[in-house]
């Protein structure tokens, strides 16, 4: 009899140890898991690092810019003038012995206009891009975006008080701000690498 009190208390007493036992055996098998999942998340991410965004360019200087071909709008320097011609989209307004310019009329009231520069034999030799803007913050902002996507083109620039530079294998790059009193603008230039390229802020 008191054998038999003895294993009730005992049973009494090892059953709930038994299950507290079961229960944070459980418990830390499901932790385990999670941080095992945890940790198998992060390695993923670190093992597929992100791509680096792509530059946003306003709607104005992708039209101006074009689809990122060439050096802009599907041209290089050396390309035949008949084919700019052809691929060309913007309004034709001048035509001389010496280039070729087109406009593009934006809807805010500012607008752009790209030279095509050609040697004797019908070669693109420069390319001169005036952008007619409203004010200086459209100056600024249309600045920092053309300089991020010309950097992220080709590389870091070489930076002045008056311009920002840009070396390619095939042409130099200049940005520059040509605003003057009530007048505000940017030119950019891709010419030949043995002379300078000029974007202007």
Same mark, same amino acid.
């Given at each position: 009899?008191? *054998? !038999?009190?003895?294993? +009730?208390?005992?049973?009494?007493?090892?059953?709930?140890?038994?299950?507290?036992? #079961? &229960?944070?055996?459980?418990?830390? /098998?499901?932790?385990?898991?999670?941080?095992?999942?945890?940790?198998?998340?992060?390695?993923?991410?670190?093992?597929?690092?992100? @791509?680096?965004? /792509?530059?946003?360019? !306003?709607?104005?200087?992708?039209?101006? #810019?074009?689809?990122?071909?060439?050096?802009? $709008?599907?041209?290089?320097?050396?390309?035949?003038?008949?084919?700019? +011609?052809?691929?060309?989209?913007? @309004? =034709?307004? /001048?035509?001389?012995?010496?280039?070729?310019?087109?406009?593009?009329? &934006?809807?805010?009231?500012?607008?752009?206009?790209?030279? *095509?520069?050609?040697?004797?034999?019908? $070669?693109?030799?420069?390319? !001169?891009?005036?952008? &007619?803007?409203?004010? +200086?913050?459209?100056? /600024? =902002?249309?600045?920092? @975006?053309?300089?991020? %996507?010309?950097? $992220?083109? *080709?590389?870091?620039?070489? !930076?002045?008080?008056?311009?920002?530079? %840009?070396?390619?294998?095939?042409?130099?790059?200049?940005?520059?701000?040509?605003?003057?009193?009530?007048?505000?603008?940017? +030119?950019?230039?891709?010419?030949?690498?043995? @002379?300078?390229?000029?974007?202007?802020?």
């Amino acid at each position: 009899m008191i *054998y !038999n009190q003895i294993m +009730k208390t005992n049973t009494l007493f090892i059953a709930p140890l038994v299950a507290i036992s #079961l &229960f944070s055996g459980g418990c830390r /098998e499901k932790r385990q898991t999670a941080q095992d999942q945890t940790s198998d998340d992060t390695t993923q991410v670190v093992a597929t690092p992100a @791509e680096t965004p /792509e530059v946003g360019l !306003n709607p104005q200087l992708r039209q101006v #810019l074009g689809d990122g071909e060439g050096l802009i $709008r599907g041209t290089n320097l050396g390309d035949a003038l008949t084919d700019v +011609k052809a691929r060309e989209t913007a @309004e =034709q307004f /001048e035509t001389s012995a010496r280039h070729v310019g087109y406009t593009i009329e &934006f809807s805010s009231l500012e607008s752009a206009d790209i030279l *095509y520069y050609h040697t004797p034999d019908g $070669r693109i030799d420069k390319i !001169n891009v005036d952008l &007619f803007l409203n004010d +200086k913050t459209s100056v /600024e =902002q249309q600045k920092n @975006e053309l300089s991020a %996507w010309l950097t $992220r083109k *080709y590389g870091p620039s070489a !930076n002045d008080s008056a311009e920002s530079r %840009w070396t390619t294998p095939g042409a130099r790059i200049t940005l520059r701000d040509v605003s003057k009193k009530k007048d505000f603008g940017l +030119k950019l230039t891709f010419d030949a690498a043995g @002379e300078t390229v000029t974007v202007r802020k």
